[in-house]
């Protein structure tokens, strides 16, 4: 969830909590009239359900690594509510695990934002590939969440790009504005500012469905760190 969406829901709730203290010690009943009690019960209740949802979606919301994403908000029986917390909190779609699971960062392992301008380096130890039945992709998105022109056209990698493992049968997929030299099929070009990173696994194994699975951070490379 943005420091932004958080500063917000605290403004809105500070606002609620002000006029709930007014109306209950400082005002006058009598002096009340009908048309600004409704007007003032609406703005409270749209204030109100605004902070609650913003609760739930932080207590929902699971982060690892800077990799934020949220479990079960698809199930049959989750309320309207209930997947306007999750949103508001994880702007990603609405399914069930064993469908498909979304995680998003902004931020490399030791919660910097992530930057065009450093070169960033994701490595998945032998056999930690996200586990699947169907596919995974790593996509990248400027700081509005759109694709990155680049000259190879290409806007994610994952298990069907021809990623190259290492000798050990590791993988590292290379995040940054120039192409690696000598890992270009691993590259995924970054933009010049911020971006945001999502990572997709469709039809998950186990291992995400019952939440062992970890995914790994991003991390400065150690080719140029800044």
Do not use: K
Not at 27 to 35: C, E, I, Q, S
Not at 111 to 118: K, V
Not at 174 to 196: C, D, K, M, T
Request: hydrophobic residues 40%.
């Amino acid at each position: 969830m943005s420091r932004i969406y958080t500063y917000f829901g605290a403004l809105v709730g500070l606002v609620c909590a002000y006029f709930v203290v007014r109306l209950v010690f400082f005002t006058d009943l009598t002096t009340r009239t009908v048309p600004a009690d409704v007007l003032q019960g609406v703005l409270l209740g749209c204030g109100l359900a605004l902070v609650t949802a913003l609760i739930i979606g932080r207590i929902r919301a699971t982060t690892s690594h800077g990799w934020t994403t949220m479990y079960g908000c698809g199930r049959p029986g989750n309320g309207m509510f209930f997947r306007a917390a999750q949103a508001w909190a994880f702007p990603g779609p609405i399914t069930v695990p064993e469908e498909a699971m979304y995680w998003r960062t902004t931020s490399d392992g030791s919660g910097r934002t992530l930057d065009g301008h450093r070169d960033y380096v994701m490595h998945f130890e032998p056999g930690r590939l996200p586990p699947t039945t169907a596919f995974w992709s790593l996509t990248m998105g400027d700081g509005r969440n759109r694709y990155v022109p680049n000259p190879l056209d290409r806007y994610h990698v994952g298990d069907r790009s021809g990623l190259v493992p290492n000798a050990d049968g590791s993988v590292d997929v290379y995040i940054q504005r120039q192409a690696p030299v000598g890992h270009e099929p691993n590259w995924l070009p970054a933009p010049a500012g911020s971006f945001i990173l999502w990572l997709r696994v469709y039809l998950p194994g186990r291992e995400i469905v019952e939440r062992t699975y970890s995914v790994p951070p991003v991390e400065v490379s150690h080719a140029r760190g800044i």
